[in-house]
Nanobody, 118 residues
Framework: QVQLVESGGDLVQAGGSLRLSCAAS????????MGWYRQAPGKQRELVAT???????NYVDSVKGRFAISRDNAKNTVDLQMNSLTPEDTGVYYC????????????WGQGTQVTVSS
């Protein structure tokens, strides 16, 4: 019922920027935390950034100062601004949201590919 759709992934050179967007739709009463995961080739999926429904943010150390997460509660969207990209940022980026209907359940999008070349 709930669907998360990501967009914005692309191939960029090191030092470049991208902005990822995610829109949630479907059977939603409210959304608590939203965020972004990523999975690099041959690596486990890791949490990149989260943002609460009150706007409190958290980042993995490797992206602090370079990435910025934001959300629009009225539109049920979350964005990730990525600056000063490095090849280590390459991977599939997945949107997630903690959605409340009767209970709170986690949902993931299908992912969007980010490739950073040297």
């Amino acid at each position: 019922q709930v669907q998360l759709v990501e967009s914005g992934g692309d191939l960029v050179q090191a030092g470049g920027s991208l902005r990822l967007s995610c829109a949630a739709s479907g059977g939603i009463f409210s959304i608590n935390a939203m965020g972004w995961y990523r999975q690099a080739p041959g690596k486990q999926r890791e949490l990149v950034a989260t943002i609460s429904n009150a706007g409190y943010t958290n980042y993995v150390d490797s992206v602090k100062g370079r990435f910025a997460i934001s959300r629009d509660n009225a539109k049920n969207t979350v964005d990730l601004q990525m600056n000063s990209l490095t090849p280590e940022d390459t991977g599939v980026y997945y949107c997630y949201a903690e959605v409340r209907y009767v209970t709170i359940r986690p949902y993931w999008g299908q992912g969007t590919q980010v490739t950073v070349s040297s």
